[in-house]
T-cell receptor, first 110, second 115 residues
Framework: DAKTTQPPSMDCAEGRAANLPCNHS???????VYWYRQIHSQGPQYIIH???NNETNEMASLIITEDRKSSTLILPHATLRDTAVYYC???????????FGKGTTLSVSS | GAVVSQHPSWVICKSGTSVKIECRSL??????MFWYRQFPKQSLMLMAT?????????EQGVEKDKFLINHASLTLSTLTVTSAHPEDSSFYIC???????????FGSGTRLTVV
């Protein structure tokens, strides 16, 4: 079963920042926080991952709290193409499978 | 970046026939690949872990004789749905991990419809 919890849905206006929260209440010390998204009828797309420091790449920023029990994915300027289901997942680097929860459906509107 | 190619992207087959889905890592070697299934409006469910040169590890409730997995090389894993039935209609997705410091890369998925 998935170990993370996320709100089922969120709305965001185009051009505004989208902040997607995730709770990692049972994350262990060697597990990373991964974020993926899935646009309808496509395979999941990697967004970002981190261990305990905040991370940023060309797609998004990842903020992880000091106790690592929660994280926030930030899309700084959401566009209509960011409408998707977003998944946060705890996983170690040993190469075991990612276990998906129900994710957050983000709807970006103009 | 790492690319995982999945083929075919969609397939329609008759009930009772078998269908093979291929998953290839194009620019990296993957000793382990993963197969998922996704029903409409649901999340991805892990079916099995495919290990190069050895038997796959199946999740509870997944019939290994029905969903045959072969991982004969470091860049190719195949999933064969044998004696397919309409309830096997689903979106099948594979993934692989490039290495220790990389994320997991997913294929584009295969839409299977059994009629």
């Amino acid at each position: 079963d998935a170990k993370t919890t996320q709100p089922p849905s969120m709305d965001c206006a185009e051009g505004r920042a989208a902040n997607l929260p995730c709770n990692h209440s049972t994350i262990s010390g060697n597990e990373y926080v991964y974020w993926y998204r899935q646009i309808h009828s496509q395979g999941p797309q990697y967004i970002i991952h981190g261990l305990k420091n905040n991370e940023t790449n060309e797609m998004a920023s990842l903020i992880i709290t000091e106790d690592r029990k929660s994280s926030t994915l930030i899309l700084p300027h959401a566009t209509l193409r960011d409408t998707a289901v977003y998944y946060c997942i705890d996983a170690n680097q040993a190469g075991t499978a990612l276990i998906f929860g129900k994710g957050t459906t983000l709807s970006v509107s103009s | 970046g790492a690319v995982v190619s999945q083929h075919p992207s969609w397939v329609i087959c008759k009930s009772g026939t078998s269908v093979k889905i291929e998953c290839r890592s194009l620019d990296f070697q993957a000793t382990t690949m993963f197969w998922y299934r996704q029903f409409p409006k649901q999340s991805l469910m892990l079916m099995a872990t495919s290990n190069e040169g050895s038997k796959a590890t199946y999740e509870q409730g997944v019939e290994k004789d029905k969903f045959l997995i072969n991982h004969a090389s470091l860049t190719l894993s195949t999933l064969t749905v044998t004696s397919a039935h309409p309830e096997d209609s689903s979106f099948y997705i594979c993934s692989a991990k490039q290495g220790l410091h990389y994320g997991y890369t997913f294929g584009s998925g295969t839409r299977l419809t059994v009629v």
